[in-house]
């Protein structure tokens, strides 16, 4: 049984950072696409960053101003993944949800994501 469980969320002030680590089991980081997502309020759940089986990153909207601030990465010694935001405003509030394929994401990402994690709260306060 594939589970994934996401860590790291919390409550930091507009401009900080937060490091998100999401644990696998069950599924071998690396042998497919890998992905974050995040739900706010009020807006559908939307793809963040992805990593391929190559390790090559990918991002479906390449003028999102996450782009630039959100950094995703894996180890697969440790059978994790990754994701490093860094200049946290309000509008970044939401739930990160951690999501794996049994694909490659040219296959599988955004819409083809085969397991998920229970998501973790991020929460930027001003």
């Known amino acids: 049984q594939v589970q994934l469980v996401e860590s790291g969320g919390g409550s930091v002030e507009d401009g900080g950072s937060l490091r998100l680590s999401c644990a696998t089991s069950g599924y071998t980081v690396g042998s497919g696409c890998m992905a974050w997502f995040r739900q706010r309020a009020g807006l559908k759940r939307e793809a963040i960053a992805a990593?391929?089986?190559?390790?090559?990153?990918?991002?479906?909207i390449p003028s999102d101003s996450a782009k630039a601030r959100f950094y995703i990465s894996r180890d697969k010694s440790k059978n994790m993944l990754y994701l490093q935001m860094t200049n946290l405003h309000s509008d970044d509030t939401g739930t990160y949800y951690c999501?794996?394929?049994?694909?490659?994401?040219?296959?599988?990402?955004?819409?083809?994501?085969?397991?998920w994690g229970d998501g973790t709260l991020v929460t930027i306060s001003t």
């Open positions: 990593i391929d089986t190559d390790g090559r990153e990918i991002n479906p």
């Open positions: 999501a794996a394929a049994l694909v490659d994401c040219s296959m599988g990402y955004p819409h083809g994501m085969d397991y």
